[in-house]
Structures are given as C-alpha cells and as structure tokens.
C-alpha cells in the first residue's frame, strides 16, 4: 500500500513524498496534530519507505522489510510509547501513560548501533508530549547529534507540552483533522458498519479515526449502554450503588472513554432539550434519551458537563488523579 493509499492528507504525504524524491529526508521530524488523524500510520509508512527494498521514494507493503515493519520484527524500527506511570513494564495506556528516562535510553543504544539491513534506522516517538522533563532532555542530545542512518519521528496531539528545544530541532509537518464524511467512510469501511454507527463512533471517539478503529465496537457499546442506563438511577440515598457505579467505571478498560460517553449523553440532552433531535449522537438510545432529559434543567445540565470534564482532566496526567474517588466524586455531583 503506497503513500497514495493514505487518505485525506495529500498537502502532508506530499511534503515527504518530496523530501523521499530529493534524498533531503530530515534527521528528525516532528508530526503534530490531533489524536487518531494517521499521524502514527503516516509516521510507520515513512519508516517503510526508507527501506522498502522495491521503492526509492515510497513504500509497495509486500517486500520483506515493509512487512517486516509492519509486524515490528524489523528491529530498526522501533517505536517509544508512554506506559501507565504505576505498571512496571506493563501494557501500554496512552491515556494516562508517560516516557520516562529508560525508554529514551534505550533508544539511544539501539539507534548507536549499525543499521542491520543497511537502511535507515527509526525510533518513531507515539505521543511524544508524554516524555517528562528528564526524558525530554535525555532526548535532546540524541536530537542534537543524530546518529548516522537514523530517522527520528516524534507524534505529538499537544505540541507546547514538549521543551521548545525540541521542537526547533526537528521538520514539524502538521496533521490536520479529517474531514467529517472522510472519517465516517474510513470506520465505515475499515469496520463494515452501517452508515449510522459510523457516525455514532466518530463522534464517540472525538473525531479520533485511530481510536474509533481500535474499539471493540459491540463491547464498546454495550459499555456505553450500561453506563447511560445507569444515570437516572445514581442518588445520594443510596451511596453504595453510586460507588458500585463509581468502580465499574474506574476500574473498568477505558474509564477515560468512559467519561467521553456521559460526556456525549449530556451534550445530547441539551441539543434534545433544544428541540434538535436531528443533531443528537447517541440516535440509538434515543428514547432513553428523552427519558433521561425529563426534568433536566439548564443549569443542571452544564453543570453535569463542566464536572465531567474536570473529570476526564484530573484522571490524564499531568493530574493523575486517582480515578476511583474521581469517579465517585463526579458521580455524586450528577446525582445531585
Ligand atoms: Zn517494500
């Protein structure tokens, strides 16, 4: 699958497919630009296109390196991503996740050694702004004094979060936001759904095509289901269903998609409560919907949605909250 392939970003693809053409690839890249938009599958067919063995100056998926890459067992490309601050080595979150030292370490001793195949070395950095303060100077050096033959590519959603040191060391290219209906065909067709539940992801997902694609669509609305049946039912009068509710949130999978879902349940209750119920996102549940807007007011509703937010906020770092009694917090105040 060729560069041509990437949909949606040709004014991006177009200024490496340049860079590819005149041998003029940067030593370090910086892909910036909101979450889920292909800037990690734009970053993978870079590091396949220096070294796919068929083309000079793109990438054919079927050689032995691109496939090799595209099942990381081509061990020079490699990719950095944050981890949950308390697991020690354990699976990758890139919600709450962070860089620390070792990681940037540890990719410096690989990118030292010769490149194995002859072609370039890629350390690809996913979510970049997720490196602390001492990771990012770590960085620095290596960003300073690249070694030869390598390529370093850092994705970031949140550009100002990095030391600005960094950011002027590095070719940033800017990824910006597909376009609705290009998102909506994409999941339709990466995920063989019907036109309304394409919809339904996009904007569950934020407009994250890269997240919606990683769901397990059925478990993710049936998630979405329990949590907004369980709302009418949340009351200060019987706290120990509250906390139940609480853990099941916070302990569950995604708690931060979690929030996203009461997130986009009141948002819809006020388009409802606007009489645009052709606007609403949750168009499946409409009926639990409207049940759940009788007796909503106002104020009632932004106050819902502004403690939401603080929520998701206080869960992602640099807050990282401990999200059970974030969780029950949030909930106490909806019950109110
Ligand atoms: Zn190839």
């Not at 177009?14 to 990690?40: C, Q």
């Not at 595209?70 to 962070?98: A, C, L, Q």
């Not at 289901?225 to 706290?239: A, F, G, H, N, Q």
């Not at 853990?247 to 929030?259: A, H, Y």
């Amino acid at each position: 699958m060729p560069f041509k392939d990437i949909i949606g970003h040709d004014r991006e693809i177009t200024i490496l497919k340049k860079a590819l053409l005149n041998n003029k690839v940067a030593h370090s890249f910086l892909f910036a630009g909101p979450e889920g938009v292909g800037k990690r599958f734009a970053a993978i067919s870079l590091a396949k296109s220096l070294n796919c063995s068929a083309s000079a100056d793109d990438f054919c998926g079927d050689c032995q390196n691109c496939r090799d890459i595209d099942n990381s067992s081509y061990s020079d490309v490699f990719m950095i991503e944050p981890r949950e601050p308390e697991s020690k080595g354990g699976d990758v979150d890139h919600e709450t996740g962070i860089i620390k030292i070792d990681a940037v370490r540890d990719a410096q001793q690989r990118l030292s050694y010769r490149a194995a195949r002859g072609g370039k070395k890629i350390c690809i950095v996913d979510g970049a702004e997720k490196m602390n303060k001492e990771a990012q100077n770590a960085f620095l050096k290596t960003l300073e004094e690249p070694p030869p033959d390598s390529v370093i590519i850092l994705i970031v959603s949140d550009g100002a979060a990095l030391l600005p040191t960094i950011v002027s060391r590095c070719q940033r290219i800017n990824f910006r936001p597909l376009p609705r209906n290009i998102m909506v065909g994409i999941i339709k067709e990466r995920l063989a759904v019907t036109d309304d539940v394409a919809a339904l992801l996009c904007s569950l997902s934020g407009g994250s095509v890269g997240k919606a694609l990683g769901w397990d669509i059925e478990s993710m609305l049936e998630q979405r289901k329990r949590i907004v049946e369980m709302l009418p039912r949340l009351s200060l009068t019987d706290m120990e269903g509250l906390f139940n509710a609480a853990e099941e949130i916070s302990k569950g999978e995604r708690p931060v998609e979690s929030l996203e879902f009461l997130k986009m349940w009141y948002r819809d209750i006020a388009v409802i409560k606007e009489g645009r119920d052709d606007m609403v996102v949750n168009s499946d549940l409409l009926p639990v919907l409207k049940k759940h807007t009788q007796g909503q007011t106002f104020s009632k509703i932004t106050s819902g949605f502004k403690a939401i937010l603080d929520a998701q906020a206080d869960i992602m770092p640099p807050r990282y909250a401990n999200k059970q009694l974030t969780v029950e917090n949030l909930l106490m105040q909806l019950a109110q």
